[in-house]
């Protein structure tokens, strides 16, 4: 299946379900990044959750940035989402693994650590961000999104991320946001079948595994309250907006002394993206031609 995201309601509108498959995305940062098991899980439900966050907001330049920095061997995890469908992400120890869990699963929660704090940026194109901090409560990701959407946003929400990767790479990835709005909040009869379908599942891999499609998952859960499905399926990516201008514009900031440094000992600069890991090569031209614009520069003042 495609990467994607659909959007739903349900219960008069009442009910906003938001799905949306990753699986690709995620085998490409893992590719790009070089992630162990444990890493890739935790990056893929990151930017998981951030695709879903993001989903709510109405400018396409609108953008959700998620750091969670647990005591875990993983350290810190980073995602940044768009409305626009656009995600990128890293790690900050992509090497770290573990054993599996108790439940035999992906020991993320122990990777990321279960003591430390979740970070999420809301910027929505103009004006400050909004900017909020909880803290862990598992280190699983989907749980600690869905402790911050109750205390920061006041919001009733269900989040169910997962991803399975094996010895050929990731093959299902995706998740699930369920939120009940104020005017569904009322009527407890709903909300407590709702309750007890969403605690049914175990997972959302499996359901894609299973080949459920999203509009499949949507009527299983709640195709028996008035469930509205919007008729626009939105793409989603893996996407950095890193460059090699960006990068020629970061190194003339060093100032010409850095830079001649940089051009007698290496005969350049080499520079790594953290969210897409993409290498880039500035050469003693390159370097040469910054110097010749920071001296312009400074006889133009």
């Known amino acids: 299946m495609v990467d994607q995201l659909l959007r739903a309601t349900a219960a008069d509108g009442g009910i906003r379900i938001v799905g949306v498959v990753t699986t690709r995305l995620t085998e490409e940062a893992r590719q790009r990044h070089n992630l162990s098991y444990v890493a890739t899980a935790a990056l893929g439900r990151t930017m998981t959750g951030g695709l879903l966050l993001a989903s709510s907001m109405k400018r396409a330049e609108s953008r959700v940035n998620i750091r969670i920095k647990g005591n875990g061997p993983l350290g810190g995890?980073?995602?940044d989402a768009g409305a626009d469908g656009t995600v990128r992400g890293y790690v900050d120890h992509p090497e770290?693994?573990?054993p599996p869990n108790a439940k035999g699963k992906l020991d993320v929660g122990g990777a990321v650590?279960?003591?430390g704090y979740l970070y999420v940026v809301r910027d929505v194109g103009y004006g400050y961000p909004y900017s909020s901090t909880v803290q862990l409560v598992s280190g699983e990701i989907g749980d600690d999104l869905t402790h911050y959407l109750v205390s920061s946003e006041q919001?009733?929400?269900?989040?169910?991320?997962?991803?399975?990767?094996?010895a050929a790479g990731v093959t299902a990835a995706g998740g699930l946001l369920v939120q009940v709005l104020p005017k569904a909040a009322r009527d407890e009869a709903l909300?407590?079948?709702?309750?007890?379908?969403?605690s049914t599942l175990t997972g959302f891999t499996p359901l894609l595994q299973a080949g459920k499609s999203l509009p499949q998952i949507?009527?299983?859960?709640?195709?028996?309250?008035?469930l509205q499905i919007f008729p626009e399926t939105q793409l989603v990516q893996f996407q950095c907006n890193c460059s090699f201008d960006r990068v020629l514009g970061a190194l003339k900031i060093l100032g010409e002394t850095e830079l001649r440094?940089?051009?007698e000992k290496d005969e350049g600069a080499e520079a790594t993206c953290h969210f897409?890991?993409?290498v880039y090569k500035a050469g003693s031209h390159e370097l040469e031609q910054l110097i010749q614009e920071l001296r312009a520069d400074s006889v133009s003042f």
């Open 113 to 115: 650590g279960h003591e």
């Open 77 to 79: 995890v980073m995602a």
């Open 261 to 263: 440094d940089m051009i």
């Open 276 to 278: 897409c890991n993409e």
């Open 96 to 98: 770290v693994e573990l």
């Open 218 to 226: 949507f009527e299983d859960l709640v195709g028996d309250m008035d």
């Open 191 to 198: 909300v407590e079948t709702l309750e007890s379908r969403l």
């Open 155 to 166: 919001t009733p929400s269900a989040l169910v991320l997962g991803v399975f990767v094996g």
